[in-house]
């Protein structure tokens, strides 16, 4: 209902004059209605721990007055800081370098048998005897060798971690690939934040992976131990 301003009778909202005395009404003005945005929380509750929004002056839970304006903007950057770090914790903390004993049972058990396997045949060739019969010699000789081998290259292929700091991704990630290439290494999956490198021939086979996890301000090798603290020296000289 709308209130004419001269005789203060009733009338519709929606006519242009008023019905008793007839005096024209000034149109209103249309109210936009503005979007609902989502609630954006950015600290908590000194007294009771409850998550405030960003914009709020007094806690919803238990009824005291928060801080000053100044105070509330730096909860609201802070939280989204907070966020951001935590995701890059999450994304770190999945890392983890492949173990020396790792390294070690899969390079033993990739390379016994096959040695076993070829010693038995060229001895029983250059021997005219039976390879049934230097099965079993080879088979001892085998697990010999990859013993020997996987303690071997266990101390050079076996996973870890370095830290590297970086001020700018962008160019971190076009300088990496490039000294990846020189090792002999390939891109194989690459999102933003993490980067994956597979070994070619020229870097061996049997290396294994190298995984980068870019943050804001610094990025997380795990791969061989040779291979990372090389390539971590290059960039940080």
Same mark, same amino acid.
């Given at each position: 209902?709308?209130? !004419?301003?001269? !005789?203060?009778?009733?009338?519709?909202?929606?006519?242009?004059? !008023?019905?008793?005395?007839?005096?024209? @009404?000034?149109? /209103? %003005?249309?109210?936009? +209605? /503005?979007?609902?945005?989502?609630? /954006?929380?950015?600290?908590? !509750?000194?007294?009771?721990?409850?998550?405030?929004?960003?914009? &709020?002056?007094?806690? &919803?839970?238990?009824?005291?007055?928060?801080?000053?304006?100044?105070?509330?903007?730096?909860?609201?950057?802070?939280?989204?800081?907070?966020?951001?770090?935590?995701?890059?914790?999450?994304?770190?903390?999945?890392? /983890?370098?492949?173990? @020396?004993?790792?390294?070690?049972?899969?390079?033993?058990?990739?390379?016994?048998?096959? @040695?076993?396997?070829?010693?038995?045949?060229?001895?029983?060739?250059?021997?005219?005897?039976?390879?049934? $019969?230097v099965l079993s010699v080879g088979i001892w000789g085998g697990l010999g060798f990859g013993v020997l081998f996987g303690f071997t290259m266990a101390f050079f292929l076996k996973g870890e971690m370095r830290r590297i700091? +970086?001020?700018? %991704?962008?160019?971190?990630?076009?300088?990496?690939?490039?000294?990846? &290439?020189?090792?002999?290494?390939?891109?194989?999956?690459?999102?933003?934040?993490?980067?994956?490198?597979?070994?070619?021939?020229?870097?061996?086979?049997?290396?294994?992976?190298?995984?980068?996890?870019?943050?804001? $301000?610094?990025? +997380?090798?795990?791969?061989?131990?040779?291979? +990372?603290?090389?390539?971590? $020296?290059?960039?940080?000289?």
């Amino acid at each position: 209902m709308r209130k !004419c301003e001269k !005789c203060g009778a009733p009338n519709p909202a929606n006519i242009s004059e !008023c019905y008793s005395c007839s005096h024209p @009404f000034v149109a /209103q %003005p249309e109210q936009s +209605v /503005q979007p609902r945005l989502p609630t /954006q929380y950015g600290g908590h !509750c000194s007294h009771c721990g409850k998550s405030l929004p960003c914009e &709020a002056n007094f806690c &919803a839970s238990c009824g005291r007055e928060l801080q000053s304006d100044h105070s509330r903007e730096v909860r609201q950057q802070t939280g989204g800081q907070r966020g951001t770090l935590q995701h890059d914790a999450d994304l770190m903390s999945g890392l /983890q370098p492949r173990s @020396f004993w790792g390294t070690f049972s899969m390079i033993a058990g990739v390379t016994s048998l096959p @040695f076993a396997l070829l010693w038995s045949w060229l001895f029983a060739q250059m021997n005219g005897m039976s390879f049934g $019969n230097v099965l079993s010699v080879g088979i001892w000789g085998g697990l010999g060798f990859g013993v020997l081998f996987g303690f071997t290259m266990a101390f050079f292929l076996k996973g870890e971690m370095r830290r590297i700091p +970086v001020s700018d %991704p962008a160019q971190f990630r076009d300088r990496l690939t490039m000294m990846m &290439a020189q090792i002999g290494y390939i891109p194989e999956t690459q999102t933003e934040k993490i980067l994956t490198y597979r070994p070619s021939y020229q870097a061996g086979l049997l290396s294994g992976r190298i995984t980068v996890a870019i943050s804001s $301000n610094e990025a +997380v090798m795990v791969g061989p131990t040779m291979h +990372v603290r090389k390539l971590s $020296n290059s960039i940080m000289s």
